[in-house]
T-cell receptor
Framework: DAKTTQPPSMDCAEGRAANLPCNHSTISGNEYVYWYRQIHSQGPQYIIHGLKNNETNEMASLIITEDRKSSTLILPHATLRDTAVYYCIVRSPQSQNFVFGPGTRLSVLP | EAQVTQNPRYLITVTGKKLTVTCSQNMNHEYMSWYRQDPGLGLRQIYYSMNVEVTDKGDVPEGYKVSRKEKRNFPLILESPSPNQTSLYFC????????????FGPGTRLTVT
């Protein structure tokens, strides 16, 4: 599975959009981009995933560049409850596991 | 409510005393796995199971055992715990290994002295 690079930490003002970047320049054609988050020391929680098209659900939007070498997770109106570590993961459907790197620690500030 | 449960949530034990951490899911998932999380190392997979009686090693299996006798349960066994197994452990389940969404349990914080 391709490796990902994320900034270690970011801040965002409450009510504003949080844009979390992820680089995955070695991604291959059958690999998806997944986003999970972990609030404090709880179990990670699935947010969204995509292959090449932009995706949106009730939690977030995922924007994938045309060359698929990077992506951005967008939380449109961040709240204090969105403070968490966000993990960007690239994997193929044949993989046996999810490889969680260090992620980005997002702090939503009042 | 669909969930993955783990017990105990917190455990302090001594070196060499066998212990079992239980994991149970109520979603009829075929795939289950165990992860450990350590500061600076992220989550690392210990073992996984594709179905009943089918288990395999993940990235860090040394010192651990698992079993999958029933679809809903996937216990993690530490036969002779050592201090380097002090960690936060998560059980996860999904419909299959390729599923996009893994459901994680609440975690078990283990301290081995």
């Amino acid at each position: 599975d391709a490796k990902t690079t994320q900034p270690p930490s970011m801040d965002c003002a409450e009510g504003r959009a949080a844009n979390l970047p992820c680089n995955h320049s070695t991604i291959s054609g059958n690999e998806y981009v997944y986003w999970y988050r972990q609030i404090h020391s709880q179990g990670p929680q699935y947010i969204i995933h995509g292959l090449k098209n932009n995706e949106t659900n009730e939690m977030a939007s995922l924007i994938i560049t045309e060359d698929r070498k990077s992506s951005t997770l967008i939380l449109p109106h961040a709240t204090l409850r969105d403070t968490a570590v966000y993990y960007c993961i690239v994997r193929s459907p044949q993989s046996q596991n999810f490889v969680f790197g260090p992620g980005t620690r997002l702090s939503v500030l009042p | 409510e669909a969930q993955v449960t783990q017990n105990p949530r917190y455990l302090i034990t001594v070196t060499g005393k066998k212990l079992t951490v239980t994991c149970s899911q109520n979603m009829n998932h075929e795939y289950m796995s165990w992860y450990r999380q350590d500061p600076g190392l992220g989550l690392r997979q210990i073992y996984y199971s594709m179905n009943v009686e089918v288990t395999d090693k993940g990235d860090v299996p040394e010192g651990y055992k698992v079993s999958r006798k029933e679809k809903r349960n996937f216990p993690l066994i530490l036969e002779s715990p050592s201090p380097n197994q002090t960690s936060l452990y998560f059980c996860a389940s999904s419909l299959g290994p390729g599923s996009y969404e893994q459901y994680f349990g609440p975690g078990t914080r283990l301290t081995v002295t």
